[in-house]
């Protein structure tokens, strides 16, 4: 008699039923040795001697059954609140927080109304001092009746505002911030101290203007004591590079800044208003102390505070 051969799906529940015979209220049907019940997925193989080789077939192995895993709705819910919360911006730092980094706030607007029409090279910010390293070229009564005279001429071009200070500038307006100001002028110190006093000769009426040539300036031109001026600029530029400030000038136009304005006014200054500040210093010539200076220290300034760098 031939076998036959009934498979079933990999349910272990409908294995189970398949051993246990057929349930009750379930019919059968009977296709030559092999049963079949309605309902349910069988493979039916032929007798295992059948093959034309002579050899019995292997019968196909059960398919194991994958089943997608859904996501639960309270996980589904929890990802989609995340992605909502990735999406806002982020919350901004209490006050208590901030207060802990004073340095790095920023300083009220500049107001050019405030100092004389005049632009900041660099933004305003607390715990930043602007520092300036120069020669004071304070002048007597004939000095300051000089320059009287220059601006008279300058009217016709702008208003000129006369410098609080008449001054030599060894750097440029450079920024420290403020544990590091006593720190540079002991630097200033140890560097000059061996450095000894001199006298320059300014008197060439020149005009300049500064890097962001947002200001026009009168001043006397250096034409004598050039080399000294610069050694004393080595030596100041060795204390910026200490405190990775930019250095002076490669090639510095020396002069005494007498007089600023507004703007760049240099096309301004034409042969003719050349020629009449020329006829004033010449009406001066014979007053040598309007133009020969002193130098006896370096000043610094840094901010509302002014230090003494005594030279030898």
Sequence with gaps: MALGLVCYSSSEDEDADADDGPRPG?????MGDAVILPGRTHLCCENL???????????????AKVERLSESPLQDRSLKQMSRNNDQ????????????????????????????????????ERGIWATHVHLSCAGGEDLNEFVDRLLDVTATLGHFSRQDDFHVSLSHTVVLRHHWITPFVDSLRELLHSFSRFSFVANKVNIYTNQERTRTFLGLAVTGGNHQL??????????????????????PSFHVSLAWCVGDL???????????????????????????????????????????????
């Design 49 to 63: 001697h059948s093959s034309e080789d002579g050899q019995p077939r292997t019968p196909p192995r059960k398919q």
């Design 266 to 312: 240099s096309a301004s200054f034409d042969d003719s208003i050349k020629n009449k500040l020329q006829a004033i210093i010449d009406d001066f010539q014979d007053i040598s102390e309007v133009f020969h200076f002193k130098v006896e220290c370096v000043m610094c300034k840094a901010g509302n505070k002014h230090f003494t760098v005594p030279l030898h």
């Design 89 to 124: 911006a982020d919350l901004p730092l209490p006050a208590s927080v901030l207060a802990m980094f004073p340095e790095v706030e920023k300083g009220p607007a500049d107001d050019p109304g405030l100092h004389g029409g005049r632009v900041r090279s660099f933004a305003h």
């Design 26 to 30: 379930v019919s059968m049907t009977t």
């Design 230 to 251: 610069e050694n004393l600029v080595t030596q100041v530029n060795e204390a910026l590079h200490e405190f990775h400030l930019p250095s002076f000038y490669k090639e």
